[in-house]
């Protein structure tokens, strides 16, 4: 008989939640305990990206306060957890604000763990919490992007973490990973792809290799985090536009552009699209939001370079990224970034050989991937999930 273990894997950008921490918290645990309690899985992974929040020197005292998830209540049956925070801002060198918390249920029995130093698995027990640098644990490979990668950006907090598992003889690596933003919408919308396109397409490939190469035996893998893929601007602002006139507005200074206004050409030239470094304000928003913004799913290009090594389940949820702050908007995108699917959750081609997607009428085996909270303020990334029953290996 074939053994299925039903798994939650859940990415999650939570710097708005530790900069408005009050607010957003106990909302967004309830939408995580919700998430628990309707699929029930046996074995969870949490990846957050952004910890302590861009004030992170300030905020990320509360850290410790929303790291206690795994003493609530809600998650009692999961008695053996495994907690990684990379905490420490003071090392810059290596600080990638990355945290990772896997869950494993009290009926879960054949579930164990790798030690990369000794290159061995060892099976999980009780509650092993690690908050700090991160170096010198033996169970987590952490590492963030080098300096020399982009010395034309600014070296920020991005980089990936991976824990290596066996779950009923099928061995898998999970990877928290951290890719860089678009800084400017207007640098954005300058080439297709754009130049931060470019970027994220080379750290993803390295991280891919990292984990592919022979330091280890490489196994089926889950990346998810915070991609920070966006539309291809370009092409989008030149579809929104085209019933529009478009002004490029520039500096005195030094002719540098400010601003792209497009009008509508009739309409009393109301103003359609409006772009700066950091606004992108579109009239018709409800587009992003309408069957959750599958018209623009063919301007989501950046993961399809990587098909010969990933695939992702189909996207049938409205962009993740950015949504309002605001706690009494939460279906609403801030105007200051094209809405994009950010947070997504892909695997290698062998670890979708194991999910078990099954064609008959037992709901509780089927995939699931979409995102927590839709109608909750979440902060300006909605979490993203995937549920699956991983499919045990009878080697």
């Excluded at 003071?90 to 579930?111: P, R």
């Excluded at 919408?185 to 792809?193: D, K, R």
Aim: with cysteine; glycine share 4%; aromatic share 14%.
């Amino acid at each position: 008989m074939e053994t299925y273990t039903d798994v939650l894997l859940v990415t999650a950008n939570v710097g708005s939640l530790f900069d408005n921490v009050d607010e957003i918290q106990s909302e967004w645990l309830q939408e995580l305990y919700k998430t628990v309690h309707t699929y029930k899985p046996r074995f969870i992974a949490l990846h957050f990206q952004e910890v302590g929040g861009k004030d992170y020197m300030v905020n990320m005292g509360h850290a410790e306060k929303f790291f206690c998830i795994e003493s609530s209540e809600e998650m009692k049956d999961f008695d053996r957890v495994c907690i990684y925070v990379d905490n420490q801002f003071q090392t810059e060198d290596s600080f990638t604000a990355l945290g990772s918390i896997y869950f494993i249920h009290k009926t879960l029995k054949n579930i164990y763990q790798y030690d990369f130093n000794v290159k061995d698995f060892k099976a999980v027990s009780g509650k092993n919490k690690y908050v700090g640098s991160l170096n010198g644990v033996t169970t987590v490979e952490k590492e963030k992007f080098p300096k020399n990668f982009w010395p034309d950006f600014k070296w920020s907090r991005k980089g990936f973490m991976r824990t290596r598992w066996i779950i009923h003889n099928q061995g898998v690596d999970l990877v928290n990973v951290h890719l860089f933003h678009d800084a400017s919408n207007l640098i954005a919308c300058n080439a297709s792809p754009s130049i931060y396109s470019a970027n994220r397409k080379n750290a993803l490939r390295y991280v891919i290799n990292r984990i592919s190469d022979r330091s280890y035996t490489p196994l089926p893998f889950f990346l998810f985090g915070d991609f920070n893929f966006r539309l291809d601007t370009l092409s989008l602002v030149q579809h929104l536009s085209t019933s529009a006139d478009v002004q490029t507005v520039k500096k005195d200074s030094n002719n540098e552009v400010e601003k792209i206004i497009c009008e509508e050409k009739d309409n009393d030239h109301q103003v359609l699209l409006q772009i700066e470094e950091k606004i992108f304000a579109y009239l018709h928003q409800a587009v992003f939001r309408e069957d959750n913004g599958k018209a623009l799913l063919q301007y989501d290009k950046e993961v399809t370079a990587f098909h010969d090594v990933i695939r992702e389940e189909e996207i049938k949820f409205p962009p993740s990224y950015p949504y309002s702050e605001e706690y009494t908007k939460p279906t609403q995108y801030m105007n200051t970034r094209c809405p994009a699917w950010c947070d997504r959750i892909l695997m290698s081609h062998t670890a979708e050989a194991f999910i078990h997607n099954s064609d008959d009428d037992d709901d509780e085996k089927s995939v699931v991937y979409n995102t927590m909270g839709p109608n909750v303020c979440m902060g300006d990334h909605k979490p993203v999930f995937l549920f699956f029953a991983l499919k045990a290996n009878q080697h």
